[in-house]
């Protein structure tokens, strides 16, 4: 949708000629970009693919341009790594950045010579790194077959695109340091960094690991050169650099890179830190980005110390970091959670103490309790490392947002249970039992297991029944790894027939697993003998600890196999189960889900209908099991929900909206089947265009779920479907309530989650169609403050060139001129800049330089039809600053016919910003009568009546609205007499 020209009522408007074609390309171009940034953005910030998609393919019936063409091709292959780093589940992640690494190739493929080419390698590259540490992620809690696919997967994610980096950057560094854009410059830093890290990556699992080690290092010694001392890249350089050298067991060399790194960044000195803080005026934001080189880099410097013996400096850098995490009360991020377990790890080896005040970053090691008791006197700020050891770990554990590092976290804790002389309770010794089994040390594992079964034997009564029904199932799960099956059917045996009741939920785990096992040994033939006793009361259990029997099981494995997208599968074994079982409703409602799931609607709706209609109704279906009660709230919120599914499907969407009604007051406890309720009964009402309904709907879901996800989706989704309601409907009444509608639905997207500039951009653009210019200055006022500085000079770009001239012009329209001139004026000095060194800068476009005019110099407003003429002042500023507004307005000018109404207009502005130039400089005090003179010499008379039959002839009807009732001629004379 073209964004068209807004009026003003001042003479001097936003723009002169609004309805030039070079304006109609700016706002094509302004709202392409802008469909563009909002697509990425709704993959970027939600994840959702599938609507940024919609997008996409609406803007590719646009008769777009080449380059924009290329533009559309690359951003459809970054919304699916957007999506995958935004998706939780592992497979599902894996699977989107597949896909984006295969667009990505062909992109590569098919536009090899587009001027966009070096940036899709740049996005290949970083799309297949991070999707190389998602990887590496995986392989943590991987284990077997699968752990081999992954790794080997990796490999070849790392190989197909490392060959990339080093032609994206010889190309990169041609271009010279002078001539390469910040964007380019910034994009070869990271081609350089991913590089290292790539090739150091592929070295740790290849035969020739030498070759791959040298060029790592040669990539990231450039990183280090280009970057220059003291910068990001040269940290990160650094970091990477020190990795490679304790990957090759040279720990001397690897400190003195990750100490490059901390003594660069936050001295050890404490003391020196604050009044470094202090001498550099640092804000909050400075120190976490400070502080995020010492996550960084810490641990690397203290495993590299440990290495070399020297415990002494490792403890040093230990405390160092926990000092000035502490002190400064920053959070940790990923890097700095893994470096507090290297601390914590280091520490509790030590075997020593902690004196000081940790939390004021004065916390010291000392090798014995005398040497910590003689310096620290108070009792409070005195501790042993292994209880601060176990602090830490204990941190991480209940912290960490990633499954690695709490078994990181929990193995930390298996240490501290083993230390000598301590002791350590016996719910920390299980998670330390929990970390081995996570990292695959199922022997180790079965020993620590075992060994705290004796310790909970001789434990409280109350502590052994809470914690050793779960300690014999992961007991039992270690032994099923170890393929002991036997055993491990023993194992969850005991947690039940001894331990029931200690834990309710691990109660029926275990009846479960137990079951499960005895299920898979025992032959169906074999009814006597030890192993069936054992199956016998492996189903006694189940029935009794779980309160779920056979149809229990049998639903279980039905879930399995609808989980794994067998929908068929899943309906034959669902269909085993009898309704007189707790599980038989359910299983009937989910088999009508999974003919959903194959798109057989109707079966579905029978399926569905009979459970709804014949079920529910018959009293001999009621009971008072809590299971089957539970069952069947759960089985009606899926038949209900996945029934009007179903009917959507079928386009029948009056019954969608007669099944949905009152579902979220009916089924609140399924909270997130209502928030897709809300959702479908809105799409319902749009697709039979009952709009003010759909409104009604998405306001109501607003208000049950005002921050989730969902609101934004069904937001975007409604914003979607008027878009394209709208197409054709623009200068209607109607097509104006649709746009209206649009901007309230961006209006509320706009507001849950963080700033997107494509969707705020789209808000404040209709906001500014709607002349509701309160609204758009909220919504451009965001984009600016969150973009206008962002890390990607083109987003920097698009701020500059549309939201700028926008902002300003509503800015200015308020009389706000400080702060436009504040958005303005440095532009025009980049420019100014510029045009000293020979060059051009393009910040500043025709449109923003007048209105940076207008901020400067000031304007005129009245004078039509016998109002006073109010002279609005500007900022002022010095010479150079007029004689650039002064210039280019001249120049725009000359761009016109000469003695035309926009002539006329634009000759003023001139006149007007020589005419307060002059109160700075006064030597050119008589150049404002010359000019006028010059001018009012060529016409009939003097009194600029010319002016006005001139602009009473103008064609252009916005020019002709701003010029009429004597305005422009009233400001000519106006000018005239102050000139005399």
């Not at 939600?46 to 393919?57: K, N």
């Not at 070869?188 to 090739?199: K, T």
């Not at 973009?787 to 200015?812: C, G, H, W, Y």
């Amino acid at each position: 949708m073209a964004i068209s020209f807004r009026t003003a009522a001042p003479l001097l408007g936003l723009a002169l000629s609004a309805t030039t074609l070079g304006w109609a390309q700016e706002t094509s171009s302004a709202q392409i970009e802008a469909d563009l940034a909002f697509a990425e953005g709704l993959a970027a910030k939600w994840g959702f693919v599938d609507l940024a998609e919609s997008v996409l393919e609406d803007l590719g019936d646009k008769g777009l341009s080449d380059r924009q063409k290329d533009q559309l091709a690359l951003v459809r292959c970054s919304l699916y790594s957007e999506g995958g780093r935004k998706e939780s589940d592992p497979a599902k992640r894996r699977e989107l950045f597949d896909r984006a690494l295969d667009e990505y190739k062909t992109f590569l493929d098919r536009n090899a010579s587009s001027p966009l080419a070096s940036q899709a390698s740049a996005d290949y590259v970083s799309a297949a790194y991070l999707y190389s540490e998602y990887l590496k992620q995986d392989l943590e809690d991987s284990v077997g077959e699968e752990a081999e696919a992954l790794k080997t997967r990796q490999t070849e994610v790392l190989m197909g695109s490392v060959q990339l980096t080093g032609d994206a950057i010889q190309s990169l560094l041609a271009i010279g340091r002078e001539e390469r854009s910040a964007r380019q410059t910034q994009q070869m830093y990271q081609l350089m960094l991913q590089r290292g890290q790539m090739l150091a990556a592929i070295a740790a699992n290849a035969d020739d690991s030498e070759f791959y080690y040298e060029q790592a290092m040669s990539a990231l010694e450039e990183l280090a050169a280009e970057s220059g001392d003291c910068t990001p890249g040269a940290f990160y350089a650094f970091d990477s650099m020190g990795s490679i050298f304790a990957q090759q067991g040279r720990h001397e060399e690897a400190a003195l890179f990750y100490d490059a790194v901390l003594d660069s960044t936050i001295p050890s000195d404490m003391a020196a830190w604050d009044q470094a803080k202090t001498d550099m005026e640092l804000t909050l934001p400075q120190i976490e980005l400070y502080f995020s080189f010492v996550q960084l880099s810490v641990d690397g410097s203290i495993e590299s110390y440990l290495a070399q013996g020297d415990d002494e400096t490792a403890l040093e850098r230990a405390m160092y970091f926990i000092n000035v995490w502490k002190k400064e009360g920053i959070s940790l991020n990923r890097n700095g959670q893994e470096s507090l377990l290297v601390a914590a790890r280091a520490l509790l080896a030590s075997n020593g103490f902690v004196g000081g005040n940790i939390q004021a970053g004065e916390g010291k090691w000392y090798a014995s309790e005398e040497a910590m008791r003689e310096e620290v006197r108070s009792r409070r700020d005195q501790t042993d490392t292994t209880t601060l050891a176990t602090e830490l770990a204990t941190e991480v554990n209940e912290t960490a947002a990633y499954g690695y590092l709490r078994t990181r976290a929990q193995k930390l804790l298996a240490e501290v249970s083993e230390t000598p002389g301590v002791e350590v309770s016996p719910a920390l010794q299980l998670e330390g039992v929990m970390g081995e089994y996570r990292s695959d040390n199922f022997d180790v594992a079965v020993d620590k297991a075992l060994a705290l079964v004796g310790t909970l034997q001789a434990s409280e009564d109350s502590v052994r029944l809470e914690l050793m029904p779960k300690l014999c199932n992961v007991l039992g799960n270690i032994y099923v790894k170890q393929e002991r099956t036997l055993e491990a059917a023993l194992a969850f045996r005991e947690g039940v027939a001894k331990y029931a009741g200690g834990d309710l939920d691990m109660d029926g785990s275990n009846a479960r697993a137990f079951n499960a096992l005895m299920t898979r040994m025992v032959p169906a033939t074999e009814t006597t003998g030890p192993l069936a006793g054992l199956l016998r009361e492996s189903e006694q259990m189940v029935t009794q600890h779980s309160a779920q029997g056979a149809g229990a099981i049998l639903y279980r494995a039905a879930s399995k196999l609808e989980k794994n997208e067998d929908w068929q599968g899943a309906i034959t074994k669902y269909k085993q189960i009898d309704l007189d079982d707790d599980w038989g409703e359910l299983a009937l409602v989910s088999t009508g889900l999974c003919q959903v799931r194959l798109k057989k609607m109707q079966e579905a709706i029978a399926t569905f209908d009979r459970f709804l209609n014949e079920i529910v109704p018959d009293p001999q279906y009621d009971t008072e099991s809590p299971r089957r009660k539970a069952n069947r709230r759960q089985s009606l919120a899926t038949a209900k929900f996945y029934r009007a599914i179903a009917l959507f499907s079928l386009k029948r969407y009056e019954e969608v909206i007669t099944q949905l009604e009152g579902y979220a007051d009916e089924h609140k406890a399924q909270d997130s089947l209502a928030r897709s309720a809300y959702s479908l009964a809105m799409r319902a009402h749009l697709a039979l265009g009952q709009v003010a309904k759909a409104r009604q709907t998405l306001n109501a879901l607003k208000d049950f779920a005002p921050d989730s996800p969902v609101t934004a989706k069904a937001s975007t989704s409604m914003y979607l479907e008027l878009s394209k309601q709208y197409k054709g409907k623009e200068s209607t009444e109607e097509g104006r309530e649709i746009l209206r509608n649009m901007a309230e639905l961006l209006e509320l997207a706009n507001s849950v989650g963080s700033a997107d500039y494509g969707a705020l951009w789209n808000e404040g653009s209709h906001w500014m169609d709607l002349g509701q210019d309160d609204k758009a200055l909220i919504a451009l006022r965001r984009v600016y403050k969150n973009f206008a500085n962002d890390s990607d000079p083109e987003t920097v770009k698009k701020v500059q060139r549309f939201v700028i001239p926008n902002l300003a012009r509503l800015l200015l329209a308020n009389h706000e001129i400080n702060e436009a001139s504040e958005m303005l004026t440095p532009l025009a000095k980049a420019e100014i800049d510029a045009e000293e060194a020979g060059t051009k800068s393009n910040v500043l476009g025709r449109e923003a330089t007048i209105l940076f005019a207008r901020s400067l110099a000031g304007w005129l407003e009245g004078g039509a039809n016998g109002d006073p003429i109010v002279e609005v002042p500007g900022t002022g500023g010095d010479t150079e600053l007029f004689k650039f507004a002064a210039t280019e307005l001249d120049n725009f000018a000359r761009q016109r016919e000469s003695f035309s109404c926009e002539w006329f207009e634009l000759k003023f502005m001139v006149i007007y910003t020589t005419y307060q130039w002059s109160k700075v400089d006064t030597s050119l005090a008589g150049n404002v009568g010359a000019q006028l003179q010059a001018i009012a010499g060529q016409m009939s008379n003097t009194s600029w009546d010319d002016v006005d039959q001139i602009c009473e002839d103008e064609t252009d009807p916005i020019l002709r609205e701003r010029t009429t009732g004597h305005a422009l001629r009233n400001f000519y004379r106006w000018l005239s007499n102050k000139a005399q």
